[in-house]
């Protein structure tokens, strides 16, 4: 279900001139938790992620992105 959406979300008939949107999907994790069903269907079907931590945001850091977590698969190319 969710790769069917994202998908959808990102093909542009070629009627229509063809091209790509880009989809922005937000998964909100119970306690970090990304070994979920929904984090883990969205993190395989995804180039990457940002994630984004609650210590670091109430450390004052912000954005919050854990860099350490955060992943990007986009190659030279892309």
């Avoid at 860099?67 to 698969?73: I, N």
């Amino acid at each position: 279900l969710h790769s069917r959406l994202l998908e959808r979300s990102a093909k542009v008939s070629d009627e229509l001139g063809g091209g790509s949107i880009t989809a922005l999907p937000f998964i909100e994790t119970q306690a970090g938790d990304i070994s979920a069903y929904i984090a883990t269907n969205v993190i395989s079907i995804t180039d990457g992620q940002i994630f984004l931590g609650d210590g670091l945001f109430n450390a004052g850091i912000r954005p919050a992105i854990d860099a350490g977590s955060s992943v990007s698969r986009v190659g030279g190319s892309a």
